[in-house]
């Protein structure tokens, strides 16, 4: 089932070389810097701003429908963002790493090595995100402090801190990446026991050490490899692979962790917000999700929180105790809650897929003009500024998005269904939870 | 290893340097000798900038741009036509002036109640003899008409007054009614109180008098002139004052809020038969009352202003 | 799988196919004129959803009250433009069932790509397959329940 890449000589020295990662790298940090920008000099106009429209339009498409789906932390792997702070980290770019470190080099504390904070950090942007999806100067200013914040912990604290326990779209791409067919993994273990210096996790001569702060030797799940292919780089018995492998995989090793449980409730009950918010025709919710600081605000923010962090864990939490009581479970309610809650992981990420298919349709004209005239600024660069706007293949989206959806139910149940049958507890009215917020988030976007 | 280091520094250096100052670099030899202006809505800040300088002869060279809605630019008084000003795009204009003064330029698509208060001036500078429209004091002050006390009608039909109805009488009319002077000065229900007394209409009955009234007020006008009256009025006017006259435009409640008043209801004979054209002008061209009326002054020509002074009298006149 | 579970599953695919593709009764209504007067500010229509009959001809008076909005119809590809103070018309045939977004189509100002409303022509036909749909595959998981897992080959 599993096919490793790295046996083919030109993928592997594709991954092992530095420099096609690097030249990567470099485009993308240059789009980054070109879209924070354009969100401060260009127009203030959303639709019409590089920043904006590269942002949220043509990556959140990309990385949404195809980056997360098929290559897990694929993004990850050429997101520019901890390049300047690794910089300044290791004092190099491409050179090994100085036997001392540079500057304070800190342990990440232990109570935080969780992804709690990643869960606050989306959930604080999916509050704002009305205003930071709308308007360039708030996206730039957002973007900014996430290069910033991502040097100063690389400043402070050893590896890429702001990466694994910060950056709120790492969460999300790490619990999605569990689905994802490809992965990164060891051959084989026994050379990892064997191995003394284990120059993957510590670095040496030809790389740095994990800076996911991982041991490959140890994966058994792709939520916190971040695809940087250092270990491939660094292992001396060539013993990393990086596989394509069935879609779910790393689903059927049920999850033990409250905060892994909670980013998949936060992802879930944000797609079906914004399903209802932003595509929805109930204006005055739009109004007030847009109104920062006011109290119709503050009561969407109620709402918001409620159902993400109440309701919808609630109910879930009701289903579960069903089923523990259907089959007179004896497994401690948390356990049962967190090992269920990875079998919603697949539906939440094709709630993600479905709301997004239909914002990024509707606006994907915006690219054109916004590729000509990044800034607003009166350009044409490509000739493409006059396209107009107009939605694309709106006759295919109701039919696709119903795809998506019933192939999540179906993804989502099938996974319940093995957890169910490793804790010993009825998955049906799991399933049951899950047919529900299918038909509700239908209800939203049909 | 060295090499591809110092490589890949002078890149990521170098490279971002020259990612960062392009555009800028662009830019500033792309707008030089053209003036930029944005714009935004009223409560916003309006214009920016609010005051461009120019010369007669020289083309001044705007490049227009939205912040947030969709707005128009045109200058007041003149005979170019409006643009659109569309959010993030630019639309360029190229204008001159004969003679110096200062004219207006304002927003031609309604962005709000405050809309109309989006408005900038040109400064044009030369040695031309300034224009003479803006000396001649208009037909309100020179008649001394008081615009800010209400002018009820002292008169008022029982039907709506009919021109065809008052053209069969026309033969009897004194020519003195129809002189332009005596139109503009005179609001319909005085005019009415004149025919009333008039023996050479002693035999006419009280609508076909009004009919004569409706008649004279046709007479001052041309079917184009009310044509371009409607225009201006859909588009300066409705969105307070209402498509149908009625005063309950999109914006009244706020005009109410605004100023304690809703905007004058032209379907109400006791107010607007009340009325002469050189009153409604001087309304038009001077705003104020205290009712949030904008002052139209420094956008309309003399003709546009008399246009629509035609055309609201037919919301009282057949 | 077992026989017998094949033979369940071309079940639930034939099944999957009726809820996708029968074709529905069809409630004949005689097409009549219908006007909805819609109020457009930013960022929202009022009412936001208009239903209407196959067939029906509509006319939608827009009206902004605010600023400058437009009035899209995703599929029907049609579209108006309403300034505050002059009501705009459009006019055209409910010729397509199904439930459409309509959408602003004049960038009125942050929310603007997000200002939709919905126009439902006849019944909701694709809700309620989609729905039809998700309790079938639902259903199936439940009773195509996974045979015990083999031993893991490695």
């Not at chain 2, 707005?71 to 643009?83: C, E, L, Y």
């Not at chain 2, 208060?117 to 208009?138: F, H, K, L, Y």
């Not at chain 2, 104020?288 to 919301?315: A, E, R």
Request: net charge positive.
């Amino acid at each position: 089932m599993r096919s490793d890449l790295t046996r083919f000589p030109f993928v592997k020295s594709l991954l092992k070389n530095r420099w096609p990662q690097f030249l990567v790298w470099f485009v993308m940090l240059a789009g980054f810097l070109f879209a924070i920008l354009s969100g401060f000099f260009g127009t203030p106009v959303g639709n019409r701003n590089f920043g904006i429209v590269f942002v949220w339009i043509a990556w959140w498409a990309v990385l949404i429908l195809v980056a997360v789906p098929f290559f897990g932390r694929g993004w990850c792997s050429v997101c520019p963002i901890p390049l300047p702070g690794e910089w300044l980290q290791r004092g190099a770019i491409m050179n090994p790493p100085g036997k001392k470190p540079r500057w304070f080099n800190l342990r990440w504390p232990n109570k935080l090595r969780n992804i709690w904070l990643q869960n606050l950090t989306f959930t604080l942007v999916a509050l704002f995100s009305s205003v930071i999806l709308t308007t360039p100067k708030v996206t730039s200013i957002v973007l900014a402090a996430m290069l910033f914040l991502a040097i100063g912990m690389s400043i402070v604290f050893e590896r890429r801190t702001f990466c694994r326990y910060l950056c709120p779209v790492g969460g999300f791409i790490g619990l999605y990446a569990q689905a994802a067919p490809m992965e990164l993994r060891v051959k084989n273990k026994q050379v990892c026991l064997a191995c003394k210096d284990k120059p993957c996790y510590n670095g040496s001569e030809a790389g740095y050490g994990c800076p996911w702060d991982v041991f490959p030797g140890g994966l058994t799940k792709n939520t916190y490899c971040g695809l940087c292919m250092e270990c491939l780089r660094t292992c001396p018995y060539d013993n990393i692979s990086v596989n394509t492998r069935p879609f779910s995989a790393d689903l059927s090793k049920p999850s033990g962790r409250m905060d892994e449980a909670f980013k998949a409730f936060i992802m879930l009950g944000a797609a079906m917000i914004y399903a209802g918010v932003l595509l929805g025709p109930w204006g005055k919710i739009k109004l007030a999700a847009y109104s920062v600081g006011s109290l119709s605000w503050f009561g969407y923010t109620a709402v918001f929180l409620a159902f993400i962090f109440g309701l919808l864990p609630a109910l879930f939490l009701g289903a579960v105790g069903i089923g523990k009581v259907l089959t007179k479970s004896t497994l401690a309610l948390k356990q049962s809650f967190t090992a269920f809650a990875t079998a919603i992981v697949p539906l939440g990420l094709m709630f993600w897929v479905a709301f997004s298919l239909s914002f990024v349709l509707t606006n994907a004209a915006y690219i054109f003009s916004s590729l000509s005239d990044p800034f607003g600024w009166g350009w044409d660069l490509f000739g493409t500024a006059a396209i107009s706007w107009q939605p694309y293949l709106t006759s295919l989206l109701l039919p696709l998005q119903t795809g998506v959806l019933v192939g999540g139910l179906l993804w989502t149940a099938r996974t319940t269904q093995k957890v169910g049958s490793k804790v010993n507890i009825s998955p049906i009215p799991v399933i049951i939870f899950s047919t529900v917020v299918t038909l509700t988030m239908l209800g939203l976007l049909l | 290893m060295k090499n591809s280091e110092q490589l890949s520094r002078l890149l990521i250096t170098v490279g971002l340097l020259i990612v960062i100052a392009l555009p800028f670099v662009a830019r500033s030899v792309d707008t030089q000798d053209i003036v930029e202006v944005h714009a935004r809505m009223a409560e916003s800040g309006g214009w920016m900038p609010g005051t461009i300088q120019a010369q007669t002869g020289i083309p001044l060279y705007l490049r227009l741009t939205s912040d947030d809605v969709m707005h128009g630019f045109a200058i007041g008084q003149s005979d170019n036509p409006a643009v659109d000003v569309l959010p993030g795009k630019i639309t360029e204009v190229t204008v001159a002036f004969d003679k110096p003064g200062t004219y207006t330029y304002y927003c031609t698509r309604w962005c709000g109640p405050n809309h109309w208060r989006m408005r900038g001036t040109i400064e044009v500078t030369g040695n031309e003899m300034p224009s003479s429209q803006a000396i001649n004091p208009p037909l309100y002050i020179k008649l001394n008409l008081d615009i800010d006390t209400p002018h009820l009608a002292s008169a008022t039909p029982a039907v709506i007054p009919d021109a065809q109805r008052g053209a069969i009488f026309s033969a009897l009319l004194p020519d003195s009614y129809l002189l332009p002077d005596y139109y503009l000065s005179h609001s319909p229900a005085q005019v009415y109180l004149d025919v009333q007394v008039d023996p050479a209409l002693a035999t006419l009955s009280n609508s076909d008098l009004w009919g004569l009234v409706a008649y004279i007020w046709q007479s001052n006008t041309t079917p184009e002139g009310l044509t371009e009256g409607q225009r201006l009025f859909a588009q300066n006017c409705a969105a307070c004052h209402g498509e149908t006259g009625n005063g309950d435009g999109v914006f009244s409640a706020d005009i109410n809020a605004l100023a304690g008043k809703y905007p004058a209801n032209f379907s109400d004979p006791a107010s607007l038969l009340g009325a002469g054209p050189a009153l409604l002008q001087g309304k038009i061209l001077r705003g104020g009352m205290g009712t949030g009326m904008p002052s139209w002054g420094p956008i309309f020509t003399n003709q546009q202003t008399w246009d629509l002074v035609s055309y609201l009298y037919t919301f009282q006149f057949k | 799988m077992s026989k017998k579970q094949w033979f369940f599953a071309i079940f639930v695919v034939l099944a999957g196919m009726v809820i996708v593709f029968a074709p529905l009764p069809v409630h004949a209504t005689a097409p009549t004129q219908r006007t909805f007067r819609v109020e457009a500010s930013q960022y929202t229509y009022s009412p936001a959803i208009l239903k209407v009959n196959p067939g029906d001809i509509i006319s939608i008076e827009l009206i902004s009250t605010d600023v400058v909005h437009g009035l899209y119809v995703d599929e029907y590809g049609i579209s108006v433009t309403a300034d505050p103070g002059q009501t705009a018309r459009l006019t055209f045939t409910a010729d397509k069932p199904g439930s459409f977004r309509f959408r602003c189509n004049v960038t009125c100002g942050a929310l603007h790509p997000f200002m939709i409303g919905k126009l439902q022509v006849g019944p909701n036909t694709w809700l309620w397959r989609a729905s039809g749909l998700t309790v079938l595959a639902a259903l199936a998981i439940l009773i195509l329940r996974p045979s015990p897992p083999k031993a893991q080959v490695t």
